[in-house]
């Protein structure tokens, strides 16, 4: 009987949290979107003007709403919610650590690696990704 009640169909509350999240998520995603394509376009990253590191740090300023938004998910959402996102986090900045000790482990050691914060970044959005969908699945 009580496996009627017990779905894992998300709630009405638990869709309107949901709703807001990514509203909140998109407009942060969509400023550094725009952002990112006029620093391409205008910013001169590659030439030797001093203000090509202005240019190349203006996309953070709209990640930092996404910032924002995630720290309002956390308030809205229930234990549960907040324990596996929480989880997922935790996991994805153990991974990016590790990953950032490896590469610069191998700088020191020669290698040449190009953007290795983007591979730092993309490792520990995997391990957010990964478990967080181990997570889920408990």
Do not use: C
């Not at 990640?63 to 229930?78: E, P, T």
């Not at 591979?119 to 995997?126: K, P, R, V």
């Amino acid at each position: 009987m009580t496996n009627n009640l017990d779905s894992r169909a998300a709630s009405v509350g638990e869709r309107a949290v949901n709703k807001a999240y990514l509203r909140e998520f998109l407009i942060g995603m969509i400023g550094y979107a725009v952002i990112l394509m006029a620093v391409m376009i205008w910013g001169g990253l590659d030439g030797d003007s001093p203000w090509r590191y202005a240019w190349a740090v203006l996309p953070v300023v709209p990640m930092l709403w996404v910032v924002v938004a995630l720290w309002r998910h956390i308030k809205r959402i229930d234990d549960y919610q907040r324990l596996v996102l929480l989880r997922g986090l935790g996991i994805g900045f153990a991974v990016a650590m590790i990953s950032a000790i490896t590469l610069g482990m191998l700088g020191i050691a020669g290698l040449s690696v190009p953007s290795v914060g983007w591979i730092i970044f993309s490792l520990g959005m995997a391990g957010w990704l990964v478990a967080t969908t181990i997570s889920n699945r408990k």
